[in-house]
Nanobody, 114 residues
Framework: QVQLVESGGGLVQPGGSLSLSCASS????????MGWYRQLPGKQRDCVAK????????RDEDFAKDRFITSRDDAKKMTYLQINNRKPEDTGVYYC???????WGQGTQVTVSS
């Protein structure tokens, strides 16, 4: 069973960048497509972006195109989500998902507040 562990969340001030990381235990990680999701307070869990295997092509949701950058490092079995120009409305729990194996990470809390 693949395990995913997110890190990098916390309490941050508006502005600046924040990088979230997701470590995978998969032995053939490069074969899997990955995704980042978030659950804002009182809302359902929504997709932020997906990054596909092989060519690393990304597909961002409309709201994420301006400030969110998704990347992956197959050698390290890592997926990253960079949030630029942090805003209070980014506050929520961010989840990593292995789209191929349909596995969720435990999530990491991001709180943007002054």
């Amino acid at each position: 069973q693949v395990q995913l562990v997110e890190s990098g969340g916390g309490l941050v001030q508006p502005g600046g960048s924040l990088s979230l990381s997701c470590a995978s235990s998969a032995t053939d990680f490069s074969s899997y497509s990955m995704g980042w999701y978030r659950q804002l307070p009182g809302k359902q869990r929504d997709c932020v972006a997906k990054i596909y295997n092989k060519d690393g092509h990304t597909r961002d949701e409309d709201f994420a195109k301006d400030r969110f950058i998704t990347s992956r490092d197959d050698a390290k079995k890592m997926t990253y989500l960079q949030i630029n120009n942090r805003k209070p409305e980014d506050t929520g729990v961010y989840y990593c998902r292995d789209l191929t194996k349909r596995v969720w990470g435990q999530g990491t809390q991001v709180t943007v507040s002054s």
